[in-house]
């Protein structure tokens, strides 16, 4: 192959992958998920080959990369607009524990061991499931946890305080749209959200860009 020719085809390359960075966003270096992480490598094969292949030109380099671009730009974007794409191409956090009971069933859902989920809750500075009151396993593949009151940083018994219940934040709306299982989870319905919402001066859902509730603390409601 023709130096020069490898050499004109790698910056031409080098320059293409920068504006996919810059057009696409981050979120592809530091938020793998997994259509993410399989865009990434798709994109690295098609450069890779297109290159080293000596019967391809660079007008094939940079209609390949940037025909996957765009095809990968589309369905940012309209992750970004609809919910259930966004539900489709990212997945959702799944939780291992609730309320201190490891979910066996997520587990084997998510084709993971009792081990491999000590194993992320150590790397996470927690050594025993019995300090734990929540954990997600988030769509990258890394852990929240909301540990147990009395295991938090500042620990209760310290000032022989009581121990308080531990309560998960649930997200009620967001952009603009009801997430209705979460609100069955939580055993409400459409009445108690509305009245929720309007305490807050709002009356139309389409306006609320996150609404989030916490026992013990209300209603938390951010709009566009």
Known sequence: MNLMHLTFELITGFFLLFLIIKFVGKKIINQFTPFTFIAAIVLSELLGNALYDEKVGVFYVIYSIVLWSIMLFIVEYLSQKFLTIRGISEGKPTALIKNGIVDREALKKNR??????????????????????FCYLEVNGSISILK?????????????????????????????????????????????????VASQGIRDYKKVFLAEWLEGDGIFVQTY
């Open 112 to 133: 993971m061991n009792i081990n491999q989920l000590q194993s992320l809750l150590r790397q996470s500075e927690t050594f025993s499931i019995r300090e734990v009151a």
């Open 148 to 196: 147990k009151s009395m295991y938090q940083k500042t620990a209760q018994e310290d000032f022989n305080l009581p121990s308080k219940a531990v309560h998960v934040p649930v997200t009620l709306i967001r952009d603009g749209v009801v997430l209705w299982d979460e609100l069955d989870d939580l055993g409400s319905d459409e009445s108690w959200l509305r009245d929720q």
